[in-house]
């Protein structure tokens, strides 16, 4: 089992910049390929950013390429999404979660937190 508590979304202006963090129960948070999915209202859930078990490999959007970055750092069970040059099509509710492959597909992560809304202004 692995819980996950996002944090680190909030308001900010277009051009900004915004770091999302989330933090995983227990030990063996090392094991898990992480992933980044966003929802805006009347939208599916979006992938946005996935990164290795290890931290050595990112795999990202085209709509985000260039602006977010993800990173992890195992010792404190946290995964990261740096969010720069933010645009008002960006505006989610933005969700962490945890599988055992890095893919883009939603369904295959079986771990999910509770989401954090991101709202950029033009």
């Known amino acids: 089992q692995v819980q996950l508590v996002e944090s680190g979304g909030g308001l900010v202006q277009a051009g900004g910049s915004l770091r999302l963090s989330c933090v995983a129960s227990?030990?063996?948070?090392?094991?898990?390929?992480m992933g980044w999915f966003r929802q805006a209202p009347g939208k599916e859930r979006e992938f946005v950013a996935a990164?290795?078990?290890?931290?050595?490999?990112?795999y990202y959007a085209d709509s985000v390429k260039g602006r977010f970055t993800s990173s992890r750092d195992n010792a404190k069970n946290t995964v990261y999404l740096q969010m720069n040059s933010l645009k008002p099509e960006d505006t989610a509710v933005y969700y962490c979660?945890?599988?055992?492959?890095?893919?883009?597909?939603?369904?295959?992560?079986?771990?999910w937190g509770q989401g954090t809304q991101v709202t950029v202004s033009s």
């Open positions: 979660a945890a599988g055992s492959i890095v893919v883009p597909q939603a369904h295959l992560y079986g771990y």
């Open positions: 227990g030990r063996t948070f090392s094991r898990y390929a």
């Open positions: 990164i290795s078990q290890s931290g050595g490999s990112t």
